[in-house]
């Protein structure tokens, strides 16, 4: 599988994953410019069993990333490699992490002003924490 292009929420199908000329990630309508493609690396974690996956700006080479304390999702020059939790064809991003007594994940999620947090979330992520590739 691979998850190259632009990120179209599932929420809200006419927003998709993007960077900001100041270096935020954000929701944006649709415009097909290098800001809003993705280049995305996986591996999977054997002794986890998990699939992750790292994404590379095309724009600026830059990946994105989080900040768990402040709850942000921001763009570093340091590859981070996150969750992937799929549901059916759909998938969300979430910050890994190695405790086995909490089932919770920070996920990736859009809210209706078009900014991209993180959030704790437990169970499968909901449909503003779902993305797909955009059918071009």
Not at 47 to 73: C, F, K, P
Request: no cysteine; proline share 2%; net charge negative.
């Amino acid at each position: 599988m691979t998850i190259n292009g632009v990120l179209v929420n599932v929420h809200n199908p006419a927003l998709v994953l993007a960077m900001t000329k100041d270096g935020k990630v954000e929701g944006q309508s649709v415009n097909h410019s290098e800001n809003q493609r993705w280049f995305g690396q996986f591996k999977y974690d054997t002794t986890t069993e998990t699939h992750l996956w790292s994404a590379q700006n095309r724009d600026t080479g830059n990946y994105l990333s989080w900040n768990v304390l402040l709850m942000q999702v921001l763009m570093s020059d340091t590859q981070h490699w996150w969750k992937l939790a799929f549901v059916g064809e759909n998938f969300g991003f979430q910050v890994p992490h190695a405790s086995k007594d909490d089932d919770s994940y920070y996920t990736l999620e859009l809210e209706d002003d078009a900014s991209v947090i993180l959030k704790k979330h437990t169970g499968e992520p909901i449909s503003r924490q779902l993305w797909n590739t955009l059918k071009e």
